[in-house]
């Protein structure tokens, strides 16, 4: 009978039926980071454990680290903190870690592929929702809590059901100035954001064909936003080119027996999904957020929606974003004034995004009022960006140039919101509180739609700043 | 990994209203900045709870009607977002026993789950009707019964739903199921010996 990836991955990784009915799931490759481990290692202790399988665990620093500076001890002593249990962690148990100042160092999600760490037909967990973004190889990956992360440590399994699977469809060609984070965006506000809850994602259609790696990873990254907590596209020659010659892709003899077997357990051409979707990528245009769930957005030159019109369920939801957001029915998202411009995020801080927002920069300013911040995804999307002098690009622009880590996403250090600041980001959650601050506003929308913000000191459509055609990916 | 079994929650109950509460508002990152859970229950729900205050409302939490309340009334997709596990940690060190919604994100009720937090579903009608009845007489008694999957208050008596694995494990005690995961280990050392990318695709 024709498969899915999900069945055969699932199938490949089931250790056994668990009394429970759930299955015991292998997990091939753990990722791990300093904020939703270190309960989980005081676990392991407790009960006398250790890491099964320490080869198949790779650490980073992300989440809390400073992206001002790489001094040691760090100045904020929580973070210091948290960073020394986890290189503890690792050391005590031959774990490698990619530290802060290390040439690998990254956000989680950007690391495990530029490492070759993330391949096809792995199952891969971490503690963090974002896991999803690793599925763009053709992976089962999907965020866990700490209390799984701990049984990961332990076992190298998780108990787990296995999900349903939803094939959407992305058909023709994205306009200029439209990218996969718009079409995820767009998705998420068609199927709402609790619309993949019990479904994995399998990403389809001439569209996902055409799109790059980086491309695959920001739509991967979003499953989650809108409910599905893993999504996937099958591996093809665009996955095996980027991996080949990384630090942890099989080399040689190996290599070839590997793109083999990554072309076998693809979906079968006549395999059915439980359910599927087409959505035309031609329609999309740049998406802008203006609630406080990815799902409240519209495009970019369109009224954002009057809570009356919607369906009964999302209307005060609707009422209490717009009034959190100081945004008023009707009104549109343009020229709504930007106080942060944030590029960055395992959504989108890979150099090709970086490229994407100097192209809109080069030249320009940032707007008097608005605070500029790029945070590259990795040590090594820095050292790749600065040298295309990008850093001098924005820096010059105005932006400050900043270490790797998550940042202004989750604001865990320094960077943050002050008050009710708008932020035009790009990175996944625009959520209460996300960036820092109780009060604070965010704009999610694709890293060139953030550059044009910065420079023009409110919202605009960057199809209206770029030559159609022009340099905007 | 010795539970204890857990049969049924009963006490009473505070609503909690609103579709797609993320783990975010629940437990603000920044209370994340610690090695250890401890401590988490003085920040569930913060930066609402002080945002209500502000506005001169009482957030439920805070709501002297709903002091002592074990027992947690939710709507559509409760815990999305984030897969901290904070979130659920703080509601049960806050004193949440159960949580009654229409419906979970699954990163937060797996995390529920682990932590012997029963999370379970009913009909949005029902939601509302045992929402409206906290809020009618605060004192009323809610009782969860896993065993029936019954939910009753006052004259009200609902269906829930639980997946058969969580409510197994909840009721068996091995709600913690590391203990399975690690039976007959040598099976799994045998088991990943053969996946291809852990033997050189050979
Ligand atoms: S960049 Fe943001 S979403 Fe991504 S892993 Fe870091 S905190 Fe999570």
Redesign the interface.
């Known amino acids: 009978m024709a498969q899915t990836l999900l069945d055969k991955v699932w199938d490949?990784?089931t250790?056994?039926r668990?009394?429970?009915?759930?299955t015991?799931l292998?997990i091939?490759l753990h990722l791990i980071h300093e904020?939703?481990t270190?309960?989980a290692f005081?676990m392991l202790r407790e009960?006398g454990l250790a890491p099964?399988?320490p080869d198949?665990i790779f650490g980073t620093m992300d989440?809390?680290i400073p992206t001002s500076s790489l001094r040691r001890p760090a100045p904020d002593p929580?973070?210091e903190?948290?960073m020394a249990?986890l290189e503890a962690n690792c050391h005590e148990h031959h774990i490698p870690l990619y530290g802060l100042g290390d040439a690998h160092q990254g956000i989680v999600h950007v690391i495990g592929p530029e490492l070759g760490l993330t391949?096809p037909?792995?199952t891969i967990a971490c503690?963090?929702?974002h896991t999803s973004t690793h599925g763009a190889f053709g992976a089962l990956a999907f965020?866990?809590?700490?209390?799984?992360v701990?049984?990961v440590l332990?076992?190298?399994?998780?108990?787990m059901?296995k999900p349903k699977l939803r094939r959407v469809r992305f058909e023709g060609t994205m306009g200029p100035g439209v990218t996969a984070k718009d079409l995820a965006l767009a998705m998420i506000r068609q199927l709402g954001?609790?619309g993949g809850?019990?479904f994995a994602y399998e990403y389809a259609g001439d569209a996902v064909a055409r799109m790059t790696m980086d491309e695959r990873m920001t739509l991967c990254n979003l499953s989650?936003?809108g409910?599905a907590?893993m999504g996937y596209v099958n591996p093809d020659d665009t996955t095996f080119a980027f991996l080949r010659g990384r630090e942890h892709a099989?080399k040689g003899e190996?290599w070839d027996?590997?793109v083999?077997?990554w072309r076998s357990i693809a979906s079968d051409a006549n395999a059915a999904a439980d359910d599927e979707r087409a959505i035309d990528a031609a329609r999309i245009g740049p998406v802008v957020t203006w609630g406080t769930?990815p799902g409240q957005s519209v495009m970019v030159d369109e009224p954002i929606p009057d809570p009356a019109s919607l369906p009964p369920?999302?209307r005060?939801?609707a009422l209490e974003a717009l009034q959190f957001m100081g945004f008023d029915a009707g009104e549109a998202v343009k020229r709504r004034r930007v106080d942060v411009a944030f590029i960055g995020s395992c959504t989108n801080a890979r150099l090709s995004d970086l490229r994407a927002a100097a192209s809109l920069v080069r030249g320009q300013r940032v707007a008097r009022h608005v605070r500029g911040l790029v945070v590259p995804g990795s040590r090594e999307v820095q050292h790749a960006a600065e040298a295309e002098g990008l850093d001098e690009v924005f820096k010059a622009a105005g932006f400050e140039w900043r270490e790797p880590g998550c940042s202004l996403c989750?604001?865990?250090n320094d960077d943050k919101l002050s008050g009710a600041e708008t932020c035009a980001s790009s990175s996944n959650?625009n959520?209460?509180?996300?960036q820092?601050s109780?009060?604070g506003r965010t704009l999610l929308m694709s890293p060139a739609m953030v550059a044009a913000a910065a420079v023009a000191g409110e919202v605009v459509d960057v199809r209206s700043v770029v030559p159609r055609g022009g340099a905007v990916q | 990994m010795s539970a204890s079994r857990i049969l049924s929650v009963t006490g009473r109950a505070l609503p909690l209203a609103g579709d797609d509460i993320d783990t975010d508002r629940i437990m603000p990152a920044r209370h994340l900045r610690a090695i250890t859970f401890d401590g988490l229950e003085r920040h569930v729900f913060g930066d609402d709870r002080a945002h209500a205050s502000r506005d001169g409302r009482v957030h439920p939490m805070d709501d002297p009607r709903f002091a002592g309340a074990s027992v947690m009334v939710v709507n559509r997709n409760f815990g999305c977002g984030s897969s901290r596990e904070h979130a659920p940690q703080g509601l049960v060190r806050w004193g949440i026993r159960g949580i009654i919604g229409e419906s979970f994100s699954e990163i937060f009720f797996g995390n529920a789950v682990m932590l012997g937090l029963p999370a379970v579903t009913a009909a949005p009608a029902d939601v509302a009707a045992l929402q409206a009845a906290i809020e009618r007489d605060p004192q009323i008694e809610v009782r969860l019964d896993l065993e029936s999957m019954r939910v009753t208050a006052g004259t009200l008596d609902l269906a829930v739903h639980l997946p058969a694995a969580a409510r197994d494990a909840l009721l068996t005690g091995r709600w913690d199921g590391l203990g399975l995961l690690l039976q007959d280990f040598d099976q799994v050392r045998a088991f990943a010996a053969k996946l291809p990318y852990l033997r050189d695709f050979a």
């Not at chain 1, 965020?143 to 799984?148: D, E, L, M, N, R």
């Not at chain 1, 332990?154 to 108990?159: F, K, V």
């Not at chain 1, 959520?431 to 996300?434: D, E, L």
């Open positions: 490949l990784h250790v056994r668990l009394p429970t009915g759930q015991q292998f091939g904020v939703t270190p309960q005081a009960r099964a399988f198949r989440h809390i929580v973070a903190e948290m249990t391949q037909g792995m503690g963090d929702s965020g866990i809590g700490t209390s799984q701990r049984d332990a076992s190298q399994c998780l108990a059901d954001v609790n809850v019990g989650i936003e409910g907590r099989p190996a027996r590997a083999a077997w769930n369920g999302e005060e939801a989750l604001g865990m959650r959520f209460r509180g996300r820092g109780p009060t």
